[in-house]
Every structure is written in C-alpha cells, then in structure tokens.
C-alpha cells in the first residue's frame, strides 16, 4: 500500500492551487481582514483560511484515502510559495496569453459545474465576469509560475533503466509495489446521421434573412436569443470574449479576428453547425463578439437508415467477412479514431488505456463485462457539437487489478522512478533557498514539526 506521502505526489498540488484558489476567491485585501496569516514567504502569504480549503481538496481527489493535518498541508503550501517567489527572482516570464487561455478554462469548468456564467459569478460574490476574471488572473499566474520553476529545475532530469530496477526493488522490499487499477483498451466505429442538402440550404437562408435584419437595425442580441441553439445564449446573449488562445473552434475564432466592428459575418459552417457573427468590440489582442448558431434538424428515417447500416457492419464483422481494422478503414466518419485502427484516447492521459474504475458509469456499464475481442451492440449517441450518431465499442485488451510488475508495466515505474528524481531534486533545492528566504511563521503554527526547517532553528 501507498503511504500518504507517496499519494500526496500524485495529487498534483500546482493544480490543487488552481482550484483551490478559484473556489476561494476573493481579494487578498478582504481576506486578510477576516483572517490570520498563517505564514509569509518571500513576498506570499498563506492565510489561515487557505490550509482548511486545501486540505478538503487534497481528501477531495485522493477520494478519502488521504487524510492530511494543518502542519502538513501548510508545509506543502510553503513549498508551492517557496517556488512561486523565486520563479520571480528567476525572472520566470508569464505572458498575457498564458495567463487569459488559463482563466478561459476556469471559467469554462466552474461555468459547466454550476450551470451558467451568472450562478459562477454569484457563487463567488463578485460584481460581474470581469472582476471574477481580475482575481482568477492572479490565481493563474502563480500556478503558471510555480510550474515553470519546477520545469527550470528538472527538466533535463532523466533515469536509466538501472534507476528504475533499483527503484523497483526498493519498493519490493518495503512492501510499497504501487497497484495498478484495471485497465482497457477500446476501439470504436461510428456512423454519423447526416442532414439533407436541403436542410442545410435551409439553415442558410434563415441566418442570412436574420444578417439582413440586423444589418437593418434589429438587436443581434435578441435574435441569438430567439433563433439561437447555443446553451448558453440565455444567460450571455450568444456574447463571447475571444482571444487566439481561447478554447473556442478554429472557424469561431477565425471569424472573430477577421471582422471590422460592428461587422456581422455571412453565415459559416464549423463541427457544431451555422452560425452568424458580429464583432462588437476590440481590446488589443481580444476581440468582443456574439453569434447565432443553428444546427440542422435530421430526420427520424436518416436516425433509423444509420443505425440498420451499423447493424450490418457488426454482422459483416461477426461473420469473418471483414475485420474490424479494415471495417474502420472502410466505414467509420469519426475523424479523430479512423486513421489509427479506430482507437480511442483517454483525453486525461493522452494514452489508449483507461483506468476502467474512473470512467463514466453510463459508459462503464456499457463495457465494463466485455472480453477481449467482444464487441458492444450498436447505439446512439450525440456528440458536444450536436452530432447524431450510431457506434459500437471493441475490447482491444484488458488488464485486471494487479500488483506492479517490472516487465509489464515497465513504462508506468519508469515515469514513478523519474518523478521521485525529480521531486527529490526540488526537495534539494527547497532545502537550500529556505535558508536565504525571508519566512515568518504566524504563532499559532510555530509548534509544528515540519520535515524542511522552515523555521530556520540551529541544528543541536
């Protein structure tokens, strides 16, 4: 078994600071009145209030099996603040662009947790979106810092395979060999129900009797309202910030840097359907615009001609007739999975495999009881752009829960023996800045017994 500081490893506390500060957020000014300061590193505070909140989030994605007291969660706050002020001493840059792409991803996730940009805004206590983003801008830049701090001092670190076998030994005789969830690897084929010819001509002709309106005086805002099939139109009026680093399609950010203000685009296609656009505003390298967005309707009978056209694929392939590698070849309109056997990647991981334990239950019903070389029957399914479809899954391979083994999950203790490395390196370095960093420890945490001499004592 794991013990509780080799767990607290995979946490990734850079990114429990991104979270964390985003659901804390409020100025440091406010802060400070209400609260104590815990402890003053360089130029960093951590206030008392941030040791409970990190400590929920760190028992939060350990999933309980991590349990953490206020001396140690606090050491681990120092050492991201210990990072974070000589990452400025470094002269460690963050740009503009870094900083904006990172906040468009908060607001983008907390806007998904609570349903609307306004809930967001609520939520938190702030006036609108722009002062929310003000403080999220200062919470971004110091994760941003740390990472490239810690990246500054290991990225030419490497281990050879000697390293790792030694590593793997030292686990084995402590009885601390890590286990590896069950793993799977899936293939997919899927067929997308398309919309007629003419029910795209459609759509077309509407967005471009609604350019004419607008272009005659009509409120673009209350026509996105009415016609629009964005989400989120009801609580923004189809308005949206964009810059080249914000996580909007390829077309809609294209349009958006293409138009003059006040500009309202002719109707364009992207993944997600039509849509019409009008720049409202400029501000150095942002751009303020709005759009309507209409997606075609499909058919019942095109629903129901995709899903018997999929039944027939699975039977081709049942009966020997072709295989699936040269059925995904053949058939299958997913553009990203078609080209590589039909594959599909764990967008967390990157990588093929996924922990079959983490995966979403409707989907891990849906797959969890298939062997090796079974196939799922056919269903429908919608993609985030809107898309209709039909699919069905393979079981590329599957890996039950096991102990960790040098040769088949060499790769997985590699990356464990080049993390320790790493770790023990910035552990190093934390242990020499400490001594030339000004650090002042609030009373009330003076008693603790860190494991790095944050207090600066004499050795005896």
Not at 377 to 383: G, H, I, N, T
Request: with cysteine; charged share 35%; proline share 3%.
């Amino acid at each position: 078994m794991l013990h509780k500081t080799t767990i607290l490893k995979y946490i990734k506390l850079p990114i429990v600071v991104a979270i964390i500060g985003c659901i804390s957020l409020q100025t440091t000014a406010q802060k400070i009145k209400i609260d104590g300061v815990a402890v003053v590193i360089g130029k960093n505070i951590v206030l008392d209030s941030d040791i409970d909140k990190f400590k929920q989030e760190v028992e939060l994605r350990s999933e309980g099996k991590v349990t953490i007291t206020d001396c140690e969660m606090l050491e681990e706050l120092m050492q991201q603040k210990l990072l974070a002020h000589h990452a400025v001493i470094d002269s460690m840059v963050v740009s503009d662009e870094e900083i904006s792409g990172r906040v468009d991803r908060s607001v983008a996730y907390f806007t998904q947790q609570y349903g609307s940009l306004e809930k967001v805004v609520k939520a938190y206590g702030f006036n609108d979106l722009e002062d929310l983003k003000k403080e999220l801008s200062v919470v971004q830049k110091e994760n941003i810092l740390i990472e490239k701090e810690q990246q500054n001092l290991t990225e030419k670190i490497d281990v050879t395979p000697e390293e790792v076998r030694l590593y793997y030994n030292g686990l084995k005789e402590k009885g601390e060999l890590p286990q590896f969830p069950a793993e799977i690897e899936l293939a997919q084929i899927v067929l997308n129900a398309v919309p007629t010819k003419e029910e795209n001509e459609r759509i077309v002709a509407k967005l471009n009797e609604i350019k004419e309106q607008i272009e005659e005086g009509a409120s673009f805002k209350m026509k996105a309202i009415i016609n629009s099939d964005d989400p989120g139109v009801t609580q923004n009026g189809g308005r949206y910030t964009v810059t080249k680093e914000s996580q909007f399609i390829k077309e809609f950010k294209e349009m958006a840097f293409t138009l003059d203000i006040g500009q309202v685009s002719k109707p364009f296609k992207s993944e997600f359907g039509y849509h019409l656009m009008q720049l409202h505003d400029v501000k150095g390298d942002t751009r303020i615009a709005s759009h309507i967005l209409m997606q075609p309707e499909i058919p019942e009978e095109k629903i129901k001609e995709t899903k018997e056209k999929v039944e027939e694929i699975i039977l081709e392939i049942r009966e020997g007739k072709i295989t699936f590698d040269e059925a995904v070849k053949k058939y299958s309109q997913d553009k990203e999975t078609k080209n590589n056997g039909g594959s599909i990647v764990n967008p967390q991981t990157g990588e093929s495999k996924f922990d079959l334990t983490r995966m979403d239950p409707a989907f891990y019903a849906r797959v969890s009881d298939l062997k090796k070389g079974e196939m799922t029957e056919p269903f429908y399914d919608e993609a985030r752009s809107g898309d209709k479809m039909f699919k069905f899954i393979l079981m590329k391979g599957r890996t039950d829960t096991h102990i960790a083994n040098l040769v088949e999950d060499y790769v997985k203790v590699q990356q464990l023996a080049l993390q320790k490395k790493k770790e023990e390196t910035i552990e190093k370095w934390s242990k020499e800045k400490i001594k030339d960093t000004y650090i002042k420890l609030g009373d009330d945490h003076s008693k603790c017994d860190f494991k790095k001499n944050w207090k600066k004592e004499t050795a005896k």
